[in-house]
């Protein structure tokens, strides 16, 4: 069963920085495309980044590049997101998302077949 949890959310102030977490537990993340997306009230879900299985980066939108740095440590079966910078307009839920093992890293991130909880992020002006 593949499990995914998140961390590492919080309230910050304008300017600041946070590094989620996404701990993974059923797959082998050196065979799995995984990603971030983010969900904030009354707008639209933000695709933000992948990696997939032949460590291939995409950023999904120019204004996070830069500020979102995407990493994971195989060895640890995790995924990290850190936000730079971080602005109010970056408050939202988060959510890590992950294929199955050799699955189609194109779609559309909300359609990957396994999701954690989400982690609240709140910034502050």
């Known amino acids: 069963q593949v499990q995914l949890v998140e961390s590492g959310g919080g309230s910050v102030q304008a300017g600041g920085s946070l590094r989620l977490s996404c701990a993974a537990s059923?797959?082998?993340?050196?065979?799995?495309?995984m990603g971030w997306f983010r969900q904030a009230p009354g707008k639209e879900r933000e695709d933000i980044t992948t990696?997939?299985?032949?460590?291939?980066?995409?950023v999904y939108s120019d204004s996070m590049k830069g500020r979102f740095t995407l990493s994971r440590d195989n060895a640890k079966n995790t995924l990290y997101l850190e936000i730079d910078i971080l602005e109010p307009e970056d408050t939202a839920i988060y959510y890590c998302?992950?294929?199955?093992?050799?699955?189609?890293?194109?779609?559309?991130?909300?359609?990957?077949?396994?999701r954690g909880q989400g982690t609240q992020v709140t910034v502050s002006s």
């Open positions: 998302v992950a294929t199955d093992e050799w699955g189609d890293c194109t779609r559309p991130l909300f359609e990957f077949p396994h």
């Open positions: 990696i997939s299985q032949y460590a291939i980066e995409t």
């Open positions: 059923g797959l082998n993340t050196r065979r799995t495309c």
